[in-house]
């Protein structure tokens, strides 16, 4: 081999090497770049999670709240008014020649002597009921009155359509199944937890609406409460028909919202139940537990300046109905499993003589106005709370 041809082979092996280099150089530059910009792309952004703020209406004064009595309370007892005094009438004076009493007199059958009290006859008040106290009396009910002065009966009065105080715009949240953790608190300190499940279904003319909540007990869970309600969509919002309400070792319970009658015993526009004989006057706008968050949430997203004022709806359940004041607390942050949630605080003070608890509902405005916490204060101080960990919208 020559010096020559050695020096060449030496060139071509650096040129080589140098090839090499610069192409690792540039394939290393673009694999950095191309990484990069894949690095950009893909990043997952940090959670930023919007919540509607919205301006607090003014507060706006209520009326008292009114009380519901039972169709079936104590009729009032017949009045009697008060003797009539001795009047001397013509028709029935005396002959002016003396004469023996007739027979018929002495048994009392043809005429009363004019110096004893001739008592009226009681008014049957038997179908007079008092429903609703108070109440102004053109709304007191539709029977015919005698007119004191003629003693004509009064025509009957128009039966007016039961209301249960303002009358609210709603507009209903859509379909959606909530997931809920379950926090309780009894009187003595003990702590349970567990989990519900509530759901909101409905077509925009009807509607079905439950909850089942229970505790964690090692490998199981034991169902506390299971309520179920159906019906319909009306002008006030949601119109239950039927609720059923089934609690660990009782028997189920039905509560049955009667606006046609239907053949129900109780009548028309009447709240009747199948653990009690009594019956209440079915106002417009009444609830069950079921359906009073979502009711709430309608009324939310039609105008929230209506949580300026009192809200009041009735409300039957078990036994009973009467009439929850809900008053705007102000906005929480609540923590929840789906993160921060700003919300309009509602809640529904104990009043003494016809519920003792207290309820609190939070609604979301950001999410449809959906009941995200739910919160029932016990007399004895026993503290159940609700809290939603997921929601799924589920369309019609």
């Known amino acids: 081999m020559t010096i020559a041809s050695f020096l060449s082979q030496r060139r071509r092996m650096v040129l080589f090497c140098a090839a090499t280099v610069v192409l690792h150089g540039l394939a290393i530059d673009w694999a950095a770049s191309h990484l990069a910009a894949s690095a950009t792309v893909n990043a997952s952004p940090s959670v930023v999670t919007a919540q509607v703020r919205l301006a607090l209406p003014p507060r706006v004064a209520s009326a008292p709240l009114q009380e519901i009595a039972p169709l079936d309370a104590a009729k009032p007892p017949a009045a009697t008014p008060p003797a009539k005094p001795p009047v001397a009438s013509p028709a029935f004076a005396r002959p002016p020649a003396p004469a023996p009493v007739p027979a018929q007199a002495q048994a009392g059958a043809a005429i009363t002597p004019v110096d004893s009290a001739a008592p009226a006859p009681a008014i049957d008040t038997a179908d007079l009921e008092l429903a609703l106290a108070p109440e102004p009396a053109a709304a007191q009910g539709s029977a015919a009155m005698p007119d004191t002065a003629t003693g004509v009966p009064a025509p009957a009065a128009a039966e007016p359509v039961p209301q249960g105080g303002r009358r609210y715009k709603v507009e209903l949240p859509p379909s959606a199944t909530f997931d809920m953790d379950v926090a309780r608190v009894d009187a003595d300190g003990t702590k349970?937890?567990?989990?519900?499940?509530?759901?909101?279904h409905t077509d925009g003319s009807r509607y079905r609406a439950s909850v089942e909540a229970g505790v964690s007990l090692l490998v199981t869970r034991l169902n506390l409460l299971v309520l179920r309600s159906e019906g319909a969509i009306d002008d006030h919002g949601i119109a239950p028909e039927r609720v059923t309400e089934k609690r660990a070792r009782r028997s189920e319970t039905a509560t049955h919202f009667n606006r046609n009658g239907g053949g129900n015993a109780a009548g028309a526009n009447t709240i009747s139940f199948s653990a009690s004989d009594r019956s209440y006057p079915l106002l417009a706008g009444a609830q069950d537990k079921a359906t009073v968050?979502?009711?709430?949430?309608?009324?939310?997203?039609?105008?929230v300046n209506q949580f300026g004022g009192d809200i009041d709806i009735q409300v039957g359940e078990d036994k009973e109905a009467a009439l929850f004041r809900f008053q705007l607390v102000g906005e929480d942050e609540l923590n929840t499993k789906m993160g921060k949630l700003v919300t309009w605080h509602l809640t529904r003070p104990p009043k003494p003589g016809t519920y003792s608890s207290r309820l609190d509902i939070w609604l979301a405005p950001g999410m449809q106005w959906y009941p995200v916490q739910i919160r029932n204060t016990e007399a004895s101080g026993a503290l159940t709370t609700q809290t939603v960990s997921r929601i799924t919208t589920t369309g019609q």
């Open 192 to 200: 349970w937890t567990g989990s519900a499940v509530m759901t909101w």
């Open 293 to 303: 968050p979502f009711q709430l949430a309608g009324i939310g997203r039609a105008d």
